[in-house]
């Protein structure tokens, strides 16, 4: 049981490249999350969805896309990427009441 | 405006001293209340968690929390730290049936030996 896993782990990206991290979960949960944490910040959440085929936007939404096309897997992509998006991203699934979190993922971008 | 508040940033003990770190939300109605911790290195992990009952909640490694509704706070106790609780501690909140968790800023925590 790998629980969440997110890929890739570590990323650098130039300015205005664009790329996708993928999360994906094994227990059949409904509820996934992608937060970025930046030191001194907390975790912020950027979307979540709550299905298959839903997404809704979080408190940092701007500058990326989701999308949860199988109910398993939540992409977070950026067009566009913009050295403020340098963090790291943690993904999340639910049952509704527990969040369990992925290992993360470093992105920089220079 | 901040929607969870965890008012130290940084908190320095000596083993065996007590541990407490505040949390406060600023959501009315229902909420169910979390904190996490993060070694370093690591990614989240689930000490405790209170979605109703008693307002006093037992959690891994000798945490404890405490639900004040009054107050709309959640702190985070531990009578007696030790070098290995060194790590960061989130306080979380989802608000009633949103699903929408909000973690406060983090409370970093050192224990010297």
């Known amino acids: 049981n790998a629980g969440v896993t997110q890929t890739p782990k570590f990323r650098v990206l130039k300015t205005g490249q664009s790329m996708t991290l993928l999360c994906a979960q094994d227990?059949?949960?409904?509820?996934m999350y992608w937060y970025r944490q930046d030191p001194g910040m907390g975790l912020r959440l950027i979307h979540y969805?709550?299905?298959?085929?839903?997404?809704a936007k979080g408190e940092v939404p701007d500058g990326y896309n989701v999308s949860r096309l199988k109910k398993q897997n939540f992409l977070l992509g950026l067009e566009s990427a913009a050295p403020s998006q340098t963090s790291v991203y943690f993904c999340?699934?639910?049952?509704?009441?527990?969040?369990?979190f992925g290992e993360g993922s470093w992105l920089t971008v220079v | 405006a901040q929607s969870v508040s965890q008012h130290n940033h940084h908190v320095i003990l000596s083993e065996a001293a007590s541990l407490e770190l505040g949390c406060n939300y600023s959501?009315?109605?229902?909420?169910?209340l979390f904190w996490y911790v993060q070694y370093p290195g690591q990614h989240l992990q689930l000490l405790l968690k209170?979605?109703?009952?008693?307002?006093l909640v037992k959690g891994i490694k000798g945490f404890e929390a405490e639900f004040i509704k009054s107050k709309f706070s959640f702190n985070l106790r531990k009578p007696s730290v030790q070098w290995s609780d060194t790590a960061e501690y989130f306080c979380?909140?989802?608000?009633?049936?949103?699903?929408?968790?909000?973690f406060g800023a983090g409370t970093r925590l050192t224990v010297k030996p």
């Open positions: 969805s709550v299905g298959e085929g839903t997404t």
């Open positions: 979380a909140v989802i608000k009633g049936n949103n699903n929408d968790m909000r």
């Open positions: 959501y009315g109605g229902t909420v169910n």
């Open positions: 209170y979605f109703s009952g008693d307002p």
């Open positions: 227990m059949n949960h409904e509820y």
């Open positions: 999340a699934s639910s049952t509704g009441n527990t969040i369990y």
